[in-house]
Each structure stands twice: as structure tokens, then as C-alpha cells.
């Protein structure tokens, strides 16, 4: 694979780190208020509910697809191999409304449908040390 050919890389900052770190370690974290207990993705300092602290925790990585695109048109480096794809945001089942985007893996695009059930599968990112947050059909 060449330079030109490998996918774009996270940029990791003081909100994002813990996502980061969980992953590298094989755990999906998304921040969570220590306060209310409210999940928030994006990942923020400071509760946009109650203003409390926040931290990273892990979740189940179990959720289901709540909207997605096939791409057939390459247009990101990395990943003009693999057409076509589907990206999708995934609700996860700790929290109405806390939505993850994401790649599906190993899913003809044809058979996709809104409210499929989904998990995790934690995938090394080509270039660099990052892992990355994709998921595939659950079994159950």
C-alpha cells in the first residue's frame, strides 16, 4: 500500500483522546456525564445536559443501523479498493439518540436495512497505530 493509497488519520485532541485510548486497548469508550449519567458522541469536557464532568466508559458495542449510504464512487483515500461500501450511524443500545458513523464490514450493500442489528468489531487503521470503531450484522 502506498502513502497515496492509505486512509486519512485521526487527529486525536483532549475531547477525543479517551476514545482513542479505549480503542487501542480493544474497548469501545464514548464519554458519558458523571453526573446525570447521559452518553454524548460527540464526545465534550462538560455535560451539555447538567454541566458536570465527564469521562470515557465502554459500552457494549451493540447497537443497530439507524441510517447509512453505499458509496460507489471513490472519493477517500484507503478505500477506493473496497468499492462499493456502506457507512452508516449506528444507535447503540445504551442510549436513544447516541449515534456512532461508522463501516459496515463484510455486508454485500444490498442487503443492509435500517434497524438491523449490529456489533462492533475494532479494526487496525492502515498507516498509522490507530484502531478504528467498525461493525458488522450481529447474530443476535
Known amino acids: 500500500m502506498t502513502t497515496t493509497s492509505l486512509p486519512p488519520q485521526p487527529k486525536p485532541n483532549l475531547d477525543t483522546e479517551g476514545f482513542w485510548q479505549a480503542t487501542k486497548s480493544g474497548q469501545l469508550s464514548i464519554c458519558r456525564c458523571q453526573e446525570c449519567q447521559l452518553w454524548l458522541q460527540p464526545p465534550l469536557e ?15 458495542g451493540k447497537g443497530s443501523i439507524y441510517s447509512f449510504v453505499v458509496v460507489r464512487h471513490g472519493a477517500v483515500p484507503g478505500y477506493l479498493d473496497t468499492l462499493p461500501y456502506v457507512v452508516a450511524i449506528i444507535e447503540l443500545d445504551e442510549q436513544v439518540g447516541l449515534r456512532l458513523p461508522t463501516r459496515l464490514l463484510d455486508v454485500a450493500p444490498e442487503t443492509v436495512e435500517i434497524g438491523q442489528r449490529v ?17 458488522r450484522q450481529a447474530s443476535d
Open 46 to 60: 462538560r455535560c451539555r445536559q447538567c454541566g458536570a464532568t465527564t469521562r470515557f466508559e465502554a459500552v457494549s
Open 119 to 135: 456489533a462492533v468489531q475494532l479494526v487496525d487503521l492502515p498507516g498509522g497505530e490507530f484502531r478504528v470503531a467498525c461493525f
